[in-house]
T-cell receptor, first 115, second 114 residues
């Protein structure tokens, strides 16, 4: 079966531009997560969706970052006025049931480079 | 401040020998621990996990040990195979309402030499 997919795989943009990163979770998974992995670091939690709503967005670094999941499936991470420090691999993950420890299945990530 | 620490950035072992990857944590609210494996240009894939009510969990060649009093866990791979060469991340999550949020270490690059 299909795993988590993310597009684009690579994105190069200029400082100040707006970018959108897309995540297609595993079909039927209700939970969706975004993480950011900077060079030499482990993934860092950004936001968690349960269905259509953002249950926890405490990891978003500032108000330039926003994510949506309007129909409870595909999610888009949006970054406004990009800065060089936003350069990282953005990972999306999804998991099944609610309220239990569940394996999070990760996509391959989108490598964002801000010049 | 890193709540999950993997102090060895890299480890090299010979094929057939044991690989031991270590992880320390500082947050006493963590009660579930996971190991993920990551190949280049791929997302992390789940390997094995352990709940804080246990001190050992085994799955084939992979065993995770948890020492709660020392806030330390380790992943043992035996025998190691060249295909095990990857970055290994230790991750932890809390209980109840925060059990979805994984906190990762920086990772350890394991190289298994034929």
């Amino acid at each position: 079966g299909a795993g988590v997919s993310q597009t684009p795989s690579n994105k190069v943009t200029e400082k100040g531009k707006y970018v959108e990163l897309r995540c297609d979770p595993i079909s039927g998974h209700t939970a969706l997560y975004w993480y950011r992995q900077s060079l030499g670091q482990g993934p860092e939690f950004l936001i968690y969706f349960q269905g259509t709503g953002a249950a926890d967005d405490s990891g978003l670094p500032n108000d330039r970052f926003f994510a949506v999941r309007p129909e409870g499936s595909v999610s888009t991470l949006k970054i406004q006025r990009t800065e060089r420090g936003d350069s990282a691999v953005y990972l999306c993950a999804s998991s099944g049931s609610l309220g239990t420890y569940n394996e999070q299945f990760f996509g391959p990530g989108t490598r964002l480079t801000v010049l | 401040d890193q709540q999950v620490k993997q102090n060895s950035p890299s480890l090299s072992v010979q094929e057939g020998r044991i690989s031991i990857l270590n992880c320390d944590y500082t947050n006493s609210m963590f009660d579930y621990f996971l190991w993920y494996k990551k190949y280049p240009a791929e997302g992390p894939t789940f390997l094995i996990s352990i709940s804080s009510i246990k001190d050992k969990n085994e799955d084939g060649r992979f065993t995770v040990f948890l020492n709660k009093s020392a806030k330390h866990l380790s992943l043992h791979i035996v025998p190691s195979q060249p295909g095990d060469s990857a970055v290994y991340f230790c991750a932890a999550s809390g209980s109840g309402g925060s059990n979805y949020k994984l906190t990762f270490g920086k990772g350890t690059l394991l190289t298994v030499n034929p």
